[in-house]
């Protein structure tokens, strides 16, 4: 069964640090682009870095270039990632995602194919 699991949020102060991890099933990982989401309340959930299973680039949003990283662990079947200097407005819950279909437009939700069940954070100032 294919399935995305988050973990690793929480709650705390700004200008700390959290690392998110997605522990995905082997048939959907060794093939896929992982990705990272989030949505705040009352927001459209917008994308926030991918990593290629091909080449293993990475993109970003603007708003967290310098401050998260993504990587993934194909041994352990699992993505990362590693978000510093946060701040509140980081504040949402952050999905994991897996596009099998393409490697391309990853910054786009519909180039996913399965999600994860997201995961909560929250960043006091």
């Known amino acids: 069964q294919v399935q995305l699991v988050e973990s690793g949020g929480g709650s705390v102060q700004a200008g700390d640090s959290l690392r998110l991890s997605c522990a995905a099933s082997e048939a959907i990982f060794s093939s896929s682009a992982m990705g990272w989401f989030r949505q705040a309340p009352g927001k459209e959930r917008e994308f926030v870095a991918a990593?290629?299973?091909?080449?293993?680039?990475?993109s970003y949003t603007d708003s967290v270039k310098n401050r998260f990283t993504i990587s993934r662990d194909n041994a352990k079947n699992t993505v990362y990632l590693q978000m510093n200097s946060l701040n509140p407005e980081d504040t949402a819950v952050y999905y994991c995602a897996a596009a099998i279909r393409t490697n391309y437009y990853l910054d786009r939700y519909t180039a996913y194919d399965y999600w994860g069940q997201g995961t909560q954070v929250a960043v006091f100032s």
């Open positions: 990593i290629s299973w091909t080449t293993g680039e990475t």
